[in-house]
């Protein structure tokens, strides 16, 4: 995005010495983007064009003229915050073919977006694991480009499939608006005005015209990775490939599902006509899945699904203390210490937490507390012998243990609270999840004590 030049030149012009011009200017932007995240566009709008007639040689009046072209980035909007947005899913919702006027008309788009993720099973079950925001966008032209026409619209959404009225967009477009974000996690919601249907993939998922259950079914893809169930002809895909929902062979020793057929999952199999052709893929279940025409997740997608949102989503969303990961820099105890983690919390059921004490020659390795953008990276956890304890419940989440200087014996100790998502949402008789390799679901946070002598 040709803006981004431009907004670091005005930081970098503010962080170093503010003029009162530059100032003013600042101001008025300022004004401007908080009108556009209380909803009044047209208001906004006007602000944008004062600044830009006003200030025209500041960097602000120059991103302020931009946002008033035709095309245009205009500012963004909370639509549901659910908590700090680097430990959620970051959803960002943005618009295609909307028209300054047409503001109103897709944040209405834009906030039923969230009451699909709710009403969904498994996003619903862990809604407060993501946030949501709308990207206001204005588009020169309404509709898409296809059927011989050319639209201007601000993320290229165009006719993709040989499905009716199936759009798409221009990804490389969806991606640099998202930039324009102070914080994202490279997923997008792209509601197209004009069209049905949808397609999905890198990151975003484009929807025509509303919200219902293609959104998640996009998301699947967005999100997901996840690879369409349906074996009906939409475009030719080229060769047939084995994906985490889709084989290219229905022997069960071989599906990439395998450790579900091992555990006798009820249901699941190797079943013909997948990933939009009817010969040489196969799906896990007999079409129930909201990747072919189901309400929802097959228990496949569902398991890659609750473990994408574990990719990004810490279970301990805050703790208290600071951590202690050198030995070194061991707290004392000479005094009541108390250890808080603050949990996340699913719609249906609850975490497990549990905190162990150990002596330093049970030790664990530690893995640090630090926010990945993958929690890949942070690797499995070290099994603990030790059965631990519950600690006490404080209500929201918070869960604490506090050691006096009289409960233990002089020496080293660390203090180990692990948290774990069983997946198994009230009413299920199994967990969602039945391979985590990585121990996605768990997490911990490890304190190095100090019990000084008597
Ligand atoms: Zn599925």
């Given at each position: 995005m040709r803006t981004d030049a431009l907004v670091l030149a005005a930081l970098t012009g503010f962080a170093a010495a503010q003029n009162p011009v530059d100032r003013k200017a600042h101001e008025a932007f300022e004004r401007a983007e908080k009108?556009?995240?209380?909803?009044?566009?047209?208001?906004?709008?006007?602000?944008?064009?004062?600044?830009?007639?006003?200030?025209?040689?500041?960097?602000?009046?120059?991103?302020a003229a931009l946002r008033t072209e035709p095309?245009?980035?205009?500012?963004?909007?909370?639509?549901?915050?659910?908590?700090?947005s680097t430990n959620r899913?970051?959803?960002?919702?943005?618009?295609?073919?909307?028209?300054?006027?047409?503001?109103?008309?897709?944040?209405?788009?834009?906030?039923?977006?969230?009451?699909?993720?709710?009403?969904?099973?498994?996003?619903?079950?862990?809604?407060?694991?993501?946030?949501?925001?709308?990207?206001?966008?204005?588009s020169k032209d309404q509709g898409v480009t296809g059927f011989g026409r050319t639209k201007e619209t601000a993320i290229g959404g165009y006719i993709a499939g040989k499905v009716q009225g199936q759009v798409g967009v221009d990804v490389g477009k969806a991606k640099g608006w998202l930039d324009q974000l102070d914080h994202h996690d490279g997923y997008?919601?792209?509601?197209?005005?004009?069209?049905?249907?949808?397609?999905?993939?890198?990151?975003?998922?484009?929807?025509?015209?509303?919200?219902?259950?293609?959104?998640?079914?996009?998301?699947?893809?967005?999100?997901?990775?996840?690879?369409?169930?349906?074996?009906?002809?939409?475009?030719?895909?080229?060769?047939?490939?084995?994906?985490v929902n889709v084989s290219t062979t229905d022997d069960l020793a071989k599906v990439p599902w395998q450790h579900f057929i091992a555990a006798g999952y009820p249901g699941v199999g190797a079943y013909r006509g997948a990933d939009g052709r009817i010969k040489g893929a196969y799906k896990p279940t007999s079409g129930q899945c909201r990747m072919a025409s189901g309400g929802n997740f097959c228990p496949v997608c569902r398991e890659q699904?609750?473990?994408?949102?574990?990719?990004?989503?810490?279970?301990?969303?805050?703790?208290?203390?600071?951590?202690?990961?050198?030995?070194?820099a061991a707290l004392p105890v000479d005094r009541d210490r108390k250890f808080e983690v603050t949990v996340m919390?699913?719609?249906?059921?609850?975490?497990?937490?549990?905190?162990?004490?150990?002596?330093?020659?049970?030790?664990?390795?530690?893995?640090?507390?630090?926010?990945?953008a993958d929690r890949r990276q942070r690797g499995k956890l070290q099994p603990i012998a030790?059965?631990?304890?519950?600690?006490?419940?404080?209500?929201?989440?918070?869960?604490?243990?506090?050691?006096?200087?009289?409960?233990?014996?002089?020496?080293?100790?660390?203090?180990?609270?692990?948290?774990?998502?069983?997946?198994?949402?009230?009413?299920q008789a199994r967990p969602w999840v039945?391979?985590?390799?990585?121990?996605?679901?768990?997490?911990?946070?490890?304190?190095?004590?100090?019990?000084?002598p008597r």
């Open positions: 009108a556009v995240a209380d909803s009044k566009y047209s208001a906004a709008w006007k602000l944008y064009r004062q600044l830009a007639r006003k200030y025209p040689q500041t960097a602000w009046g120059k991103i095309t245009a980035y205009l500012g963004w909007g909370v639509l549901q915050e659910n908590g700090d899913v970051d959803v960002v919702v943005m618009g295609d073919g909307y028209a300054l006027d047409d503001q109103n008309e897709f944040e209405d788009v834009a906030k039923s977006v969230v009451d699909v993720f709710r009403r969904q099973k498994l996003l619903g079950e862990y809604l407060t694991y993501h946030n949501f925001v709308r990207v206001n966008l204005t997008a919601i792209a509601i197209v005005k004009a069209g049905s249907s949808g397609t999905g993939g890198g990151g975003i998922a484009a929807v025509g015209g509303r919200a219902d259950e293609t959104l998640v079914h996009e998301w699947g893809h967005a999100f997901g990775g996840l690879s369409d169930e349906y074996s009906t002809f939409t475009g030719h895909r080229g060769s047939p490939r084995n994906t699904m609750v473990l994408q949102i574990y990719r990004r989503v810490d279970p301990i969303d805050a703790h208290e203390p600071a951590t202690v990961p050198e030995k070194d919390q699913p719609d249906t059921h609850d975490l497990e937490v549990r905190f162990h004490v150990l002596p330093e020659a049970a030790a664990i390795r530690v893995t640090g507390d630090a926010r990945l030790d059965k631990g304890t519950d600690g006490s419940y404080l209500g929201h989440g918070r869960h604490s243990l506090t050691i006096g200087p009289r409960e233990l014996e002089p020496g080293r100790y660390q203090v180990v609270c692990r948290v774990r998502d069983d997946a198994q949402p009230n009413g039945l391979r985590d390799e990585l121990d996605l679901l768990a997490s911990e946070r490890v304190w190095w004590i100090d019990v000084p």
